[in-house]
């Protein structure tokens, strides 16, 4: 769709300086922008492509306004402003209501106004699927699960038995909700499945990249607040429960029963063990492992950087040395502080006195 720039602004609360009535009917960076494109300027290391964009207007911030060529969107945070600008040139598809005739919907599932049910989808029998929900082709909804307003599966998701999705919710292609959780007792070598009871409950707003798992609970439910953010590819075990606004970067696996905190940023590759807490509003960098609860708010790193092969592999054979050189550390401070050997005699103070 196309918007001017005039409308953009207002819609965004954001100043406008220039021709509002220029067109915008797409986004692009400011080297590559061309008639009717929107760019936006949010790092200063690309100021210097501001002077030749060729954008019909750029969302920048009030100290890059003077320098800007063409119409000038002035906002506090352009990155922000970008991806809300986004949204108004590349609203979602709507979908075609109804059920494809490939699709199986349970005569007992009860469908809301413009809900769309695509190709070989099916939906199981006491499913409430809400108003505008879309299931895309592929898709399958199990036994009871509720699914609210204008929530949109993408296709080949699942959805297992019992779960609960919020409104808005949006779940990209092979993402699996409410898979069995990993549970099994050993007896005396064998492995023993513990059926996996509870059910997965996501809340508004929520979004999970392409392939990411979330399992059900083992007993009680495995649940993801309000606004939690899911990249591709990540494993959320049974019980975790992860907090409102929280966003988690790709391959990341969070062990069972761990309790994430609101507005975390997880980086990409993480690993969470389980049982344990996070409280709000802790950043953890990528390739972290987290194997003890964090109860202060603040960035938190683990691992070693990439270095050359072979000062890898000395810094390996001396992180072998690492006790030892501590224990003779420790021995040498003992030494240290008790003085000189109180046990040493000199031959002034222990010899025998010659008084001839």
């Known amino acids: 769709m196309s918007i001017t720039a005039a409308e953009l602004a207002r819609r965004l609360g954001a100043e406008l300086r220039g021709d509002g009535a220029v067109c915008l009917d797409h986004v692009a960076p400011l080297r590559e922008a061309g008639p009717g494109g929107l760019s936006f300027l949010a790092n200063s290391r690309y100021r210097a492509q501001l002077a030749g964009t060729g954008a019909a207007a750029v969302l920048l911030r009030e100290q890059d306004a003077e320098a800007c060529p063409v119409t000038a969107i002035v906002c506090a945070d352009p990155y922000l402003a970008y991806?809300?600008?986004?949204?108004?040139?590349?609203?979602?598809?709507?979908?075609?209501?109804?059920?494809?005739?490939?699709?199986?919907?349970?005569?007992?599932?009860?469908l809301g106004e413009g809900v769309s049910v695509g190709p070989q989808a099916c939906v199981e029998a006491g499913a409430v699927l809400g108003e505008g929900v879309l299931i895309g082709p592929g898709c399958m909804v199990g036994r009871n699960v509720r699914i609210g307003a204008h929530s949109r599966l993408v296709a080949s998701v699942s959805v297992g038995d019992d779960c609960r999705l919020g409104?808005?919710?949006?779940?990209?292609?092979?993402?699996?909700?409410?898979?069995?959780?990993?549970?099994?007792?050993?007896?005396?070598?064998?492995?023993?499945?513990?059926?996996?009871?509870?059910?997965?409950?996501?809340?508004?707003?929520?979004?999970?990249?392409?392939?990411?798992?979330?399992?059900?609970?083992?007993?009680?439910?495995t649940v993801l607040e309000e606004g939690v953010k899911l990249d591709n590819l990540i494993q959320i075990g049974h019980n975790v429960r992860i907090g409102a606004h929280?966003?988690?970067?790709?391959?990341?696996?969070?062990?069972?029963?761990?309790?994430?905190?609101?507005?975390?940023?997880?980086?990409?590759?993480?690993?969470?063990?389980g049982h344990l807490?996070?409280?709000?509003?802790?950043?953890?960098?990528?390739?972290?492992?987290?194997?003890?609860s964090i109860s202060e708010p603040g960035v938190y790193s683990s691992g070693t950087q990439v270095t050359p092969?072979?000062?890898?592999?000395?810094?390996?054979?001396r992180f072998n040395q690492l006790d030892d050189m501590a224990r003779r550390l420790r021995a040498l401070e003992k030494r240290a502080a008790a003085g000189p050997d109180s046990n040493s005699r000199t031959e002034h103070g222990t010899g025998k006195h010659n008084n001839n």
């Not at 699996?176 to 409950?201: C, H, T, Y």
């Not at 509003?281 to 003890?292: D, L, R």
Request: glycine fraction near 10%.
């Open 167 to 221: 409104e808005r919710v949006l779940l990209h292609p092979g993402v699996v909700i409410g898979a069995d959780g990993f549970g099994f007792a050993n007896d005396a070598g064998r492995w023993e499945k513990i059926p996996q009871v509870g059910a997965v409950e996501l809340g508004d707003d929520v979004e999970i990249g392409a392939n990411t798992c979330v399992d059900r609970g083992a007993l009680s439910n």
């Open 83 to 110: 991806a809300r600008a986004a949204q108004q040139l590349y609203p979602p598809r709507p979908a075609e209501p109804g059920v494809h005739p490939s699709a199986w919907v349970d005569p007992s599932a009860q």
């Open 246 to 273: 929280t966003a988690v970067a790709a391959h990341t696996a969070i062990a069972g029963s761990a309790d994430i905190g609101r507005h975390c940023m997880i980086a990409g590759c993480v690993g969470i063990a």
């Open 309 to 317: 092969n072979a000062q890898w592999r000395r810094n390996a054979v």
């Open 277 to 292: 807490s996070i409280c709000d509003e802790v950043q953890i960098t990528a390739m972290s492992m987290v194997i003890h």
